[in-house]
């Protein structure tokens, strides 16, 4: 991973491809990390609900999918 700073207040990362982790006080969480030609996030609401799975690739945003507890993100 490579971390620059374009201004005082920006962090630019380039090559993530180790998943970086969000998390709130309320536990609402968003994981992103890149993909080959794109981005690929997941959200989760709170703690033990569901995950949803997004990816950012060419210009187009695609659900790919739910996710619970039991199932590997």
Do not use: W
């Not at 990362?13 to 998390?23: A, D, N, Q, S």
């Not at 969480?29 to 997941?42: A, H, N, P, R, V």
């Amino acid at each position: 991973m490579k971390i620059t700073s374009e201004a005082y207040d920006m962090l630019i990362l380039e090559e993530v491809y180790i998943p970086i982790t969000l998390l709130t006080n309320d536990n609402e969480k968003i994981t992103i990390c890149m993909i080959d030609s794109g981005f690929e996030l997941t959200y989760q609401q709170k703690e033990g609900a569901e995950y949803h799975s997004y990816e950012f690739k060419n210009g187009k945003v695609f659900k790919n999918r739910i996710l619970n507890k039991k199932q590997d993100i």
